[in-house]
């Protein structure tokens, strides 16, 4: 018989994601409870330690997207005050966070990633924005260095104002600008099994014409689709995969990750980032690539607390 855990789902907070952290928490919560597990959400605020203190949980999962719940901050946190939590450690969560510095480190184990460059808030924006152009053309996506759900990020594919998209950016923090490549969406997960790690198939996300995955798509019903597998040659479908598994060993990442791609219609392969805590949303990418190894969705969550559960703490 499973061991009953006391869960605390850590949810909210002040990133710019907090309304799909809830609704992450929300499902986890209700998996939980389907395993008879004792689930309680608990807000990512200045109350976090009482809340957690007063709870004694067993484990925590953070149900957390953008910083400060994705990117090594509320791991730090947890680690200090010695609870077991779900997912990657202080160092894994802030390599995958910073986008520029987890494309270097994919660069550097031989993975495909496109040039970029690193834009800050203060920099003179016409200057840099000339220098970029100059550079790379004026086909080009400009993305917060550490956000998700595509929040701040502005595609420029026949070209435009790049000084508005950087303005757009940088309110979020510093950005990276890199060379907009037509193709397909693609995702593939990673699931941590003790000492094996099994690589979700390839989901290729479509949308409709001339729109791309942006918050809106990701997260209304209805507005996209995820085939699976994707729709790709047996060859490319095994290289996402290989892909997928060596950046998340590079990054060092723990129990799950996700990695994000363009493949373009010549074969070329781009990966774009690599997520620390995938969504569980209803409409997240990460729970249609488990249930595809045979997890659904109660059992992929008690997985992974159970799991987290047998790390010393």
């Known amino acids: 018989m499973t061991r009953v855990l006391t869960v605390a789902v850590l949810m909210g907070g002040p990133s710019a994601e907090a309304v799909v952290s809830r609704n992450s928490a929300a499902q986890i919560i209700d998996a939980l409870e389907q395993k008879g597990h004792l689930a309680h959400p608990v807000e990512l605020d200045n109350r976090l330690a009482n809340a957690l203190a007063a709870l004694a ?7 957390l997207h953008g ?3 994705e990117d090594g901050t509320v791991q730090g946190f947890l680690e200090i005050l010695g609870y077991c939590y779900v997912g990657s450690d202080v160092r894994g969560s802030a390599l995958a966070m910073d986008k520029h510095v987890a494309k270097l480190i994919c660069s550097r184990h031989g993975l495909p990633v ?13 200057k840099v924005a000339s220098t970029i152009e100059q550079t790379m ?3 080009l996506v400009i993305k917060p260095l550490n956000q998700g759900s595509a929040i701040g ?3 420029l594919p026949n070209g435009g104002d790049l000084v508005a998209a950087l303005q757009s950016a940088l309110p979020f923090g510093a950005c990276m600008v890199e060379p907009f490549l037509i193709g397909k969406e693609v995702t593939v997960g990673v699931l941590e099994r003790g000492h094996e790690l099994l690589a979700h198939p390839a989901i290729e996300i479509d949308t409709e014409d ?7 798509n990701r997260y209304t019903a209805g507005q996209s689709d995820h085939i699976i597998p994707a729709r790709l040659d047996t060859r490319t479908l095994s290289h996402l995969q290989e892909i997928a598994l060596t950046a998340h060993r590079a990054l060092g990442l723990r129990d799950l990750s996700r990695a994000d791609f363009i493949v373009a219609d010549d074969g070329q392969i781009a990966l774009l980032e690599v997520n620390s805590l995938p969504g569980m949303t209803p ?7 488990a249930q595809h190894l045979g997890y659904d969705f109660a059992e992929l969550i008690d997985f992974l607390v159970t799991q987290a559960t047998q790390r010393p703490a």
């Open 283 to 289: 409409t997240s990418l990460y729970p249609d690539g």
């Open 67 to 69: 910083p400060p719940g």
């Open 114 to 126: 496109l040039p970029d460059k690193v834009v800050s808030q203060g920099e003179d924006l016409e």
């Open 210 to 216: 001339d729109q791309w995955y942006d918050y809106d």
């Open 153 to 155: 990020v502005t595609p």
């Open 57 to 63: 949980p067993d484990v925590v999962f953070p149900a």
């Open 137 to 139: 053309g004026s086909s």
